[in-house]
């Protein structure tokens, strides 16, 4: 595998279920980061982690929660979610924080809030 | 705070036209700037970036200048190609709270005619 993996590709779940989302990258960066792509709206930044800790949270309900055990792996616990919360979830990696640093996108999880 | 905006679309041209796309934005520093391709089921690729005042990107035929007396960030090609229709996304970088997220537009559906 190269660069930024996610799974599932896609994911339907109910609004009681509890899911996870996967991603890894294999690219040796120290940060990562989640973003939320829905219809008709820019880019969401949820989470950024630097090597392994959490360094922002873009007020994201608690219904979402990250987890970095290792700066390759990335998930996003879900948990009672709403149907508003269907749409495509990025994860993304960069090399450091920086603010000229590129960030390489993963395809993506399309997730269906049923 | 920080925002970008963008022509929405979409913006449909015939093979061998110009393209413009334009871009233009509002932060609190010093930005990076970028612009992403994002592909049909994939997730996004950086297509050309830049880090400072008069500095053009420049990937694929694709070139933007970075213009700080206007905020602008504008994608120009000389002749497209049905191959890239897509959506860009203009976006930027400011490095701030120890967290380097990026903020993007709302994306611009290109489609290419034969």
């Known amino acids: 595998e190269t660069g930024v993996t996610q799974t599932p590709r896609h994911l339907v779940m109910g609004m009681t279920n509890k899911k996870s989302l996967k991603c890894e990258q294999h690219?040796?960066?120290?940060?990562m980061y989640w973003y939320k792509q829905s219809a008709k709206k820019p880019l969401e930044l949820m989470f950024v982690?630097?090597?392994?800790?959490?360094?922002e949270n873009n007020s994201v309900p608690s219904r979402f929660s990250p987890e970095c055990p290792n700066s390759s792996h990335l998930f996003l616990h879900l948990h009672t979610l709403q149907p508003e919360d269907s749409a495509l979830y990025l994860c993304?990696?960069?090399?450091?924080?920086?603010?000229?640093?590129?960030?390489?996108f993963g395809p993506g999880t399309r997730l269906t809030v049923t | 705070g920080n925002s970008v905006t963008q022509m929405e679309g979409p913006v449909t041209l015939s093979e061998e036209a110009f393209l413009t796309i334009n871009c233009t934005y509002t932060?609190?520093?010093?930005?990076?700037l970028f612009w992403y391709v994002q592909y049909p089921g994939e997730g996004l690729q950086l297509l050309l970036k830049?880090?400072?005042?008069?500095d053009k990107g420049s990937n694929k035929g694709f070139e933007a200048t970075y213009r700080k007396e206007t905020t602008s960030f504008h994608l120009e090609k000389g002749s497209v190609q049905v191959s890239d229709s897509a959506v860009y996304f203009c976006?930027?970088?400011?490095?701030?709270?120890?967290?380097?997220?990026?903020?993007f537009g709302k994306g611009t559906h290109l489609i290419i005619q034969p």
């Open positions: 993304a990696s960069s090399q450091a924080l920086g603010r000229g640093r590129e960030q390489y």
């Open positions: 690219l040796g960066h120290n940060a």
């Open positions: 982690y630097s090597l392994e800790e959490r360094v």
């Open positions: 932060a609190t520093g010093y930005p990076s």
């Open positions: 830049a880090t400072k005042a008069d």
């Open positions: 976006a930027l970088s400011v490095r701030g709270g120890g967290a380097d997220g990026l903020t």
